[in-house]
């Protein structure tokens, strides 16, 4: 059941009860715009991937600059979104076991809905579950790309699927997904570009054997945030898939940016706020932010507002900021802005988004749909 938001509607943001989830809305908002420019320029289809944000109120804002839907992971992420209103959808992953499908089936009754394969028996479950609800299913070939996780090899093994897809009775052949997830985290610039040129050439090899095969490829979508602007001026991907480009992640922040246009502008506007509990040494602060605040899997926080303090040695319920000669002095109930490793999983710990203008809360927002698993 969720909590109690951790702050009201206009109070100022050091009495916002900690650990929470904030949002500094001006960065956020111009990260929102400055993607919208860019996919308009490049021509291309924008759905953002809500498993970063899992929101309603943040798909619609970004609905209202011109994304056609968003993405999910998993069918709960989509019934939860889809229960709010939101009703354009693509499940950008395999759904496998009945219940899971006939979930999926019956929520492609209230939503324009899309679903990935890379499976030739999950084609048919899907089909013959779709047929027993008198639904047709929006249902895109998952190919690998270089992210060794999910997908079908390009080339004969993708068509092959494509073409038991398109010869289903209730399933109806939308196109390729592509994602190319291990290219996102690459440090180096010019070495993701080079990554996404390989993929877009597996993609177009695999478009002229459908097209071999009679069979139209309208869709290939996919991208991140470390890549979206290769795959949309590849003049291959039709769609993109970038998520994290609204919080952008201290990993993210590792990323080496290009010359070209839309590499920089991007901020951080995503943070747990933390509090000082404790004050045990000279070298030593304890805030009160641990690992059921966020996640650490892409390694620690960011101290926001004092680079030379280093968040170290995590436990449930508390974390270390490492003072050097140049940190800030910190007393007892001080609160501190920590910049996250990994956005995702960190929003799933949360209930609430707690959004800041001008050190003053202007908005709350749900997770909508935090926990939604499976």
């Not at 702050?7 to 908002?29: H, K, N, Q, R, S």
């Not at 895109?140 to 398109?166: D, T």
Request: glycine share 8%.
């Amino acid at each position: 059941m969720p909590v109690s938001p951790p702050a009201e509607i206009g109070m100022a943001l050091v009495e916002v009860d900690t650990p929470a989830l904030i949002i500094d809305l001006d960065v956020f908002e111009a990260n929102m715009e400055r993607m919208a420019k860019a996919v308009r320029a490049m021509g291309v289809v924008f759905r953002p991937h809500a498993k970063t944000h899992k929101s309603a109120d943040i798909a619609r804002a970004q609905m209202s600059r011109g994304a056609v839907g968003v993405c999910c992971q998993k069918v709960t992420e989509a019934e939860a979104l889809v229960d709010a209103g939101i009703t354009n959808i693509l499940v950008t992953n395999e759904v496998v076991g009945q219940k899971k499908i006939e979930r999926l089936v019956r929520l492609a009754k209230r939503a324009v809905l899309g679903v990935c394969v890379d499976n030739s028996g999950n084609v048919d479950s899907l089909n013959d579950c779709a047929a027993a609800h008198d639904v047709r299913l929006d249902t895109l070939v998952e190919i690998n790309v270089g992210s060794a996780r999910c997908g079908v090899s390009p080339g004969p093994a993708a068509v092959a699927l494509a073409k038991q897809v398109a010869s289903s009775s209730h399933l109806s052949f939308g196109g390729l997904q592509a994602y190319h997830g291990r290219a996102q985290h690459i440090r180096k610039f010019e070495e993701r570009r080079l990554a996404i040129e390989s993929a877009a050439s597996q993609v177009r090899e695999t478009m002229t054997q459908l097209a071999a095969e009679d069979i139209v490829c309208a869709r290939v979508t996919g991208a991140g945030t470390g890549t979206w602007q290769f795959e949309g001026a590849s003049g291959i991907y039709t769609e993109l898939q970038a998520g994290s480009y609204l919080f952008m992640d201290a990993d993210y922040g590792q990323n080496e940016d290009g010359d070209d246009e839309w590499s920089h502008g991007f901020g951080h506007s995503l943070f747990v706020y933390s509090t000082v509990m404790s004050l045990p040494d000279p070298a030593r602060v304890v805030v009160d932010a641990g690992l059921k605040s966020m996640a650490f899997d892409s390694g620690m926080p960011v101290v926001a507002d004092d680079p030379s303090t280093e968040y170290a040695r995590p436990s449930d319920e508390h974390g270390n900021l490492q003072l050097s000669a140049s940190s800030k002095r910190y007393t007892l109930g001080d609160k501190v802005r920590l910049i996250p490793g990994h956005c995702d999983p960190t929003v799933n710990l949360h209930d609430w988004y707690v959004g800041v203008r001008a050190q003053q809360v202007e908005a709350l927002w749900p997770v909508t749909a935090r926990g939604a698993l499976f």
